[in-house]
């Protein structure tokens, strides 16, 4: 098994920024690690991913926005946030795929409010 923690979310005014973290309990290496995200009465969908060779991929929603990237030594994923819109809001998911299991973390609530 592998617990995912993330951090980081709050409450932050359109145009701020923020950075979530998710903490693996163990090595991500050679993993498929991403963040999701679920508004209020909304699927999860994906937000951005990032594969062992560091290649990634973003929803184009926040294309331009935010960044996802990973360190392997301390066995965390991050995800920069800029630019935050109102419809930013929403629980923040780190998700890693490690020998073809799938794990998801708690979740972080962000919300983007003036």
């Known amino acids: 098994q592998v617990q995912l923690v993330e951090s980081g979310g709050g409450l932050v005014q359109p145009g701020g920024s923020l950075r979530l973290s998710c903490a693996a309990s163990?090595?991500?290496?050679?993993?498929?690690l991403g963040w999701y995200r679920q508004a209020p009465g909304k699927k999860r969908d994906m937000v951005a991913t990032i594969s062992s060779s560091a290649i990634t991929n973003y929803a184009d929603s926040v294309k331009g926005r935010f960044t996802i990237s990973r360190d392997n030594a301390r066995n965390t994923v991050f995800l920069q946030k800029g630019s935050l819109k109102p419809e930013d809001t929403a629980v923040y998911y780190c998700d890693a795929i490690l020998n073809q299991r799938s794990y998801w973390g708690q979740g972080t609530q962000v919300a983007v409010s003036s």
């Open positions: 163990k090595s991500i290496f050679g993993g498929l």
